[in-house]
Every structure is written in C-alpha cells, then in structure tokens.
C-alpha cells in the first residue's frame, strides 16, 4: 500500500520504528488539504473554504519537506513522501486509527512523471486531460483536529470519518507526484 505521509513518517528512522519493510518512493505533494499543528500535525480543508489561500496559522508545507515540492508552495498544499508498506496495522496503531485519533482515507494519485492525468474528483468519474498519469490511489492519514488540539475543524456533523470522506467527494483533493530533476 501507498501512503502519503507529512509528519513523523517521513523521517526514515522512525518509520524503521513502525514497520520492518517499507520503501519510499519519492517525494510527493497533497493538493487540497493544509497541514495544522497541534500536538501532531495534521490536515484539514484550507481555511478559506476553497483554492489556494492563507490558513489560519497552521503550516502550509512541512519546512523540513519543502523541496519536495519545488519550494515552499502557497496555498492548500503538503509537502511530504509517498511510503510503500504492507504493514497497514502497525502503521494504524502508530496513528491510533483504533482509538480514533486519526482516520485512514484514500485520495486519487497522478504521476507527474507520465503522459496523461486521471482524476478521479469530478462526481466520481475519472477523466483524462494529457496533463499526468493517474497511479492509482495512497492512504492518508487525518488526525482530530479537537483530539490534537489543532486549530482547524471538518464540516458537518458526524463521525470524523465521515466529515472527512464527504470533504474528499465535495472537492478535488489528490497525491502528486512532481517531475524529477
């Protein structure tokens, strides 16, 4: 499995911590959600309601993580890695998915690095624009922004997961995966 991480796991050395086998595969950026801090990072919808923008404090791009991205980019997006792992379990527990400190959803992948983009955001359709390379799909992990003390919040009512997962159908958020060199 594929996951984009943008916090602690991207940090090889604590990923070794978490599982015994994994790979990154590169760097990539999260379009459509920003990164808050609280007691860990984590995401949530731009604070604007919409595209780019400032947030509300929160990071915009991890510091650490910023030529992933070609530089620190404005707007709702994440900087981070993809990680590559079987070990979908022991990457729960790390994020306390059982517990519900952070829910574990999955957003379309487009590859940079390949000939025609696929999206899969427009009414659950996907669609081909010549821009990229649809690879599939990567988990991402989302933490309560209540339970982190992160100033940030999910619309709606409901479960996290579901305030989440309706975000995620209601707007175009995607892993990219920038050109190399």
């Known amino acids: 499995m594929d996951v984009f991480v943008y916090g602690t796991l991207t940090n ?6 978490v599982v015994d086998s994994f790979v990154f595969v590169g760097p990539a950026v999260l379009e459509g959600l920003r990164v808050v801090d609280g007691e860990c990072p984590t995401l949530a919808p731009p604070a604007d309601g919409g595209g780019s923008g400032s947030s509300d404090g929160g ?3 991890d510091a650490s993580n910023a030529d992933a991205s070609g530089g620190g980019m404005a707007g709702p997006d994440v900087a981070g890695r993809l990680l590559r792992t079987n070990e979908v379990d022991a990457l729960d527990a790390y994020e306390g998915v059982e517990d519900g400190l952070y829910v574990r959803v999955s957003v379309p992948v ?3 690095t390949a000939g025609s983009r696929t999206t899969g955001h427009e009414a659950g359709a996907s669609r081909s624009d010549g821009a990229a390379e649809g690879a599939g799909e990567a988990a991402v992990y989302v ?3 209540d ?3 992160a100033p940030a919040a999910w619309p709606g009512d409901g479960p996290l997961r579901e305030r989440v997962e309706r975000v995620l159908r209601e ?3 995607e892993v990219r995966i ?4």
């Open 178 to 181: 920038p050109p190399t060199g």
């Open 12 to 17: 090889p050395d604590r990923v070794r911590t």
């Open 59 to 61: 990071s915009n791009v």
């Open 143 to 145: 933490g309560d922004p």
């Open 147 to 149: 339970r982190l003390g």
């Open 171 to 173: 707007r175009p958020v």
């Open 110 to 112: 487009v590859d940079e």
